[in-house]
């Protein structure tokens, strides 16, 4: 029997653990998964709704560590997942993604000597600026399994000098939630709710810290989305990090002027499914809506300069548009009226199976 510590401490992190402890669950003569929460992230919008639509048990410890600068947050993350390592000691500890609650566990084990297992290994945006690209390449180079999902990311973790045997390719577990969820996603009254037509709409997420964070940025963006808008009605489900600069950045004026841009608070897992996967078209900075919209079929412009996905560049419907005004504005006309539609094809293990395939890599 393997005792597993799940981490989650992040929003992307709940739809990426959640099928792997259910397999686990499943699998209870051979497993017997705990699940940790950092508490990074906390509100009930941005946690304990995803525990509920996923139907991820309740965390058998909750770090409660919060909201603070890089150094101490992460910092706190450690001090705080120690003890619960050293009094439970799992056979493995699972990280996923790449928040710094995953670096900070996977430290702390590697120092234990307790082995870590890291779910998402491999992806690459090669922009250092990028806080998750760090946590990334740090991850990677301490945990002794790393699980990808797709050929590009074993390719970047040998090109590091990561031998092969910790690698294993075993597809995109977030997959595995949107397959699990799509069916009950359908009963969700959010379009009803937010009185939009069955798919005469767009949907717009935004919180990376180098589009929201910087004025000019996030300036470029709105005039863009002022164009846009002007055809198409765009919902703004909007993170508690973008909330807060649209007002120390003196954008809320601008915001509310543009009435066909509705702003409205982070959804939960299943309504926000149920709402991207009618969409005309997806606006975002998100890595896991570049999977799930190339999946799905949904046309899906990514506000960045890079990706680390380029899988759903390269078979998705993915296209990195970056952050200049008229390049957003062409791309998105070119989606609308189908001149610049891509059509998505069926990407290698993303099939619903990664978290059987992540057990027998534990195993
Ligand atoms: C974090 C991850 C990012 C991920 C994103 C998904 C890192 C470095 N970043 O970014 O990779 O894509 O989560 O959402 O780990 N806040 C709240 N309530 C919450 C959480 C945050 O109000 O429940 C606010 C706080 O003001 C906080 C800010 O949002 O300071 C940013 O939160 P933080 O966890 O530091 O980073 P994210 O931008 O959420």
Known sequence: MLKVM???????????????????????????????????????????????????????????????????????????FEPVVLAEKPDWVLVVGDVNSTLACALVCVKLGVKVAHVEAGLRSHDRTMPEEINRLLTDQIADLLLTPSADADANLRAEGIPQERIRFVGNVMIDSLLQNLERAKASQIKDELGVGESHYGVLTLHRPSNVDQRDTFARILSALESITKTLPVIFPVHPRTRKTIAELGLTNRVAAMTNLRLVDPLGYLDFLNLYSSARLVLTDSGGIQEETSFLNIPCLTLRENTERPITVELGTNVVVGTDTNRIIAAAGAALNGSGKKTARSIPLWDGHASERILDALE
């Open 6 to 80: 799940n981490v989650v401490g992040a929003r992307p992190n709940f739809m990426k653990v959640a099928p792997i402890v259910a397999a686990m669950k499943r699998a209870r003569t051979k497993f017997r998964p705990l699940v940790v929460h950092t508490g990074q992230h906390y509100d009930a919008a941005m946690s304990d709704s995803f525990f509920r639509d996923l139907e991820l048990p309740e965390p058998d410890t909750h770090l409660g560590v919060g909201s603070a600068s890089h150094a101490a947050q992460t910092a706190a993350v450690m001090e705080r």
